[in-house]
């Protein structure tokens, strides 16, 4: 039986396939992703050229202070607003690009005291032009990896295709010094993978049998969740000895049980307990609320409302604390 939820998550999905559509036209739209969002049906053209994107400069940039270096947001920002009023209390973000928004500005890094991560959503990309583009911004420390994908409409791909398909992500790595940090996984809807553990099981299986017994380079897992339970699923995971980012979190719970969250203060609630959880446990490296903007937004998911403004939620992610050690 299709349930609230399922349909939620559906609507995500097709808005990621938008996403994509508007990513292969030209760049990213500044409306966010989701717990899958990116390309789905032209991943291999998610940017313009690598060399001309707005990135951070490679000198050292201080640390930010009074802030969680580990809290992020998934959504492609793009107005300087919307990162200001953000880089009080978010360290970093992603848009599931290779790349930021060009509206970036370049000096991102020093004025915002923010991050961006790129992530290279599927197989479909240039090994030559991605190894160029990370070596031209060595401020890049960390490559995002497969987007869900054991959902058949993100990236869509086997245990034993992501087994083939990774030794090219190492060969990046060696070459450049980035870290790995995938497959991000999550429940999906791939036949006979939907659990994200019986398809990791899979691919480290396919991995060693074709790399003659050796495991895959992860040097972190990415995982996504919309309910409660987060610890549980992080739990689940462990046992692949992998420090987390949780790359997409919210609690989108929608049965009909009396624990749906549709009101601000519930999903207050449940930030709290998700940012807390992440924030404890020393196997999560970054954590990422989703989203920036989302709408229409039953759940109250959203971080930011008209240009520049943070909404209720929002403000409510920044003052958080947060662990100093």
């Known amino acids: 039986m299709t349930t609230q939820l399922d349909l939620e998550r559906r609507r995500r999905r097709q808005f990621l396939t938008l996403l994509a559509s508007s990513v292969a036209t030209g760049g990213l739209s500044a409306c966010g992703g989701g717990a899958g969002a990116a390309p789905s049906s032209s991943p291999s053209s998610l940017a313009p050229p690598l060399a001309s994107v707005p990135v951070a400069p490679s000198a050292p940039q201080p640390a930010p202070v ?112 980035v870290k790995l940090v995938g497959p991000s996984i999550t429940w999906g809807t791939m036949p006979g993978y939907s659990d994200p553990v019986v398809w990791l099981d899979a691919f480290y299986t396919a991995y060693r049998a074709a790399n003659a017994g050796r495991d895959p380079q992860v040097d972190y897992l990415a995982f996504h969740w919309y309910d409660y339970g987060l610890a549980g699923q992080l739990d689940r995971l462990a046992k692949y000895g992998k420090p987390f980012w949780v790359t997409e979190m919210a609690n989108w719970h929608s049965q009909a049980d009396g624990a749906q969250v549709d009101t601000l203060a519930m999903q207050q609630a449940q930030m709290s307990e998700m940012v807390a959880l992440c924030e404890g446990r020393a196997d999560v490296f970054r954590y990422a609320w989703f989203t920036g903007r989302w709408s229409p937004d039953p759940h109250f998911t959203s971080l930011l409302g008209a240009s520049g403004q943070l909404t209720e939620l929002g403000q409510h992610y920044l003052s958080l604390p947060f662990a100093t050690a």
């Open 66 to 177: 009074n802030k969680s270096a580990k809290r992020g947001i998934a959504y492609d920002l793009s107005a300087a607003a919307d990162l200001a009023v953000l880089a009080p209390g978010v360290s970093w973000w992603y848009n599931w690009s290779t790349h930021p928004s060009n509206a970036v500005p370049s000096d991102y890094a020093g004025r915002y005291g923010m991050d961006y991560h790129p992530m290279l959503w599927n197989g479909q990309f240039d090994t030559a032009e991605v190894e160029a583009f990370l070596k031209a911004n060595a401020g890049l420390k960390y490559l995002l990896l497969l987007n869900e994908p054991n959902l058949v409409d993100q990236s869509n791909l086997t245990p034993q295709q992501a087994a083939q398909l990774w030794p090219r992500y190492e060969a990046i790595a060696a070459h450049t010094g």
